[in-house]
């Protein structure tokens, strides 16, 4: 960011303090840490805000919020943000809120003023008719702070049963999510999740194994095979994070702002599309099988067909 130069000398060590915040909260937890998300193939909170919203549609909200609590060391530990980035901005040029959850600080976990930051964007979405994106990568509830932050997600689970049936509720899990992490995007219209690198679980496989002795792996326990063939819980599996954002904007172009607005109408173009004749399909034996999603692609225009669970598709295959 360019130095601001102004003319009051009075004003200008308050613009360089504000410079100096703008940079520090773009750091998030800090260079190791982002380098460690980056080395377990994960995109940092802000990096996955860029790549879903339409460039320089994104205004953030609560940069410069920190945390208040003064136990068990968290009195020495400051983030501005506090653990997560929230804002609102365009997905092909339609509004949307967005918080994204900030692993590389004290891994994601929600505080008090974290809830907060999530609340207010999840209060404007539904006060200005616009669906709400939910990027979790979270620890659950911020242990240091304990019953303050626990309040914090009743707050949210709240908001999410208020803005049911008024605003879309889109939640992606990308990363390990534990505790009320995972009980908010449960409770939301549509879930994604990553292979390999996402999770959701009550609590982790360390925790599990400390109370019932059971050895379970953090994949068996809520990872996206689990979640989308065992429980049923997600509704999009996807191979790894920008394909995981491509579908989010794919499914957000299907659906309306909110419940008073009807899905938007494409014009339909014939001619460039070869699809194979549904008569050709289906055989004139009923007793012989055919790939109901050849019949899919049949009925529905070209190229827009949203697989959910494909994890399981590719396991039937
Ligand atoms: C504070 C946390 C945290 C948490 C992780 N961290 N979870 N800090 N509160 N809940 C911190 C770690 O101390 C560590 O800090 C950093 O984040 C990265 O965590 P790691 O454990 O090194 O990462 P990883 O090995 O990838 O494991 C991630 C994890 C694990 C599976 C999420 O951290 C974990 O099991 N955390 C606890 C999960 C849990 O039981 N949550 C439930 C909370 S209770 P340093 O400084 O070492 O880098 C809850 C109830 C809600 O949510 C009820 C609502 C009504």
């Not at 998300?37 to 320089?56: F, I």
């Amino acid at each position: 960011m360019a130095k601001r130069k102004i003319n009051s000398a009075a004003l200008q060590p308050k613009f360089d303090e504000l410079e100096r915040k703008n940079q520090e909260s773009l750091l998030g937890g800090g260079e190791k840490r982002i380098a460690q998300q980056h080395a377990k193939g994960k995109l940092t909170a802000r990096e996955r805000v860029m790549l879903l919203l339409d460039e320089d549609s994104f205004e953030e909200l609560g940069k410069f919020v920190m945390h208040r609590s003064k136990d068990f060391g968290l009195d020495k530990e400051h983030y501005l943000g506090d653990g997560v980035i929230t804002g609102y901005g365009t997905i092909q040029g339609r509004l949307v809120y967005v918080f994204s959850q900030d692993f590389t600080v004290f891994g994601g976990s929600l505080s008090e003023t974290h809830a907060e930051k999530i609340v207010k964007i999840m209060e404007l979405a539904m006060k200005n008719g616009a669906p709400v994106i939910g990027l979790n990568d979270s620890g659950g509830a911020r242990i240091q702070e304990g019953v303050v932050s626990l309040g914090g997600y009743a707050d949210i689970f709240y908001r999410n049963v208020m803005a049911s049936g008024v605003v879309p509720q889109i939640s992606a899990v990308m990363g390990p999510c534990a505790g009320g992490a995972v009980y908010s995007p449960a409770m939301t219209d549509f879930i994604f999740m990553v292979e390999n690198t996402s999770f959701m679980f009550v609590t982790g496989p360390n925790v599990v194994k400390t109370v019932t002795h059971e050895n379970v792996t953090a994949e068996e326990l809520g990872g996206a095979s689990t979640h989308s063939m065992k429980s049923g819980v997600t509704h999009f599996a996807c191979a790894n994070e920008a394909q995981c954002i491509n579908e989010i904007k794919q499914l957000f172009s299907y659906i309306p702002q909110n419940c008073e607005e009807v899905a938007r109408a494409l014009s339909y173009t014939s001619g460039n599309e070869s699809r194979p004749s549904l008569n050709e399909i289906i055989p004139s034996n009923p007793n012989q099988p055919y790939d109901m999603r050849d019949v899919i692609h049949g009925v529905v225009d070209d190229q827009s067909f949203l697989k959910c669970i494909k994890i399981l598709l590719k396991i039937l295959l």
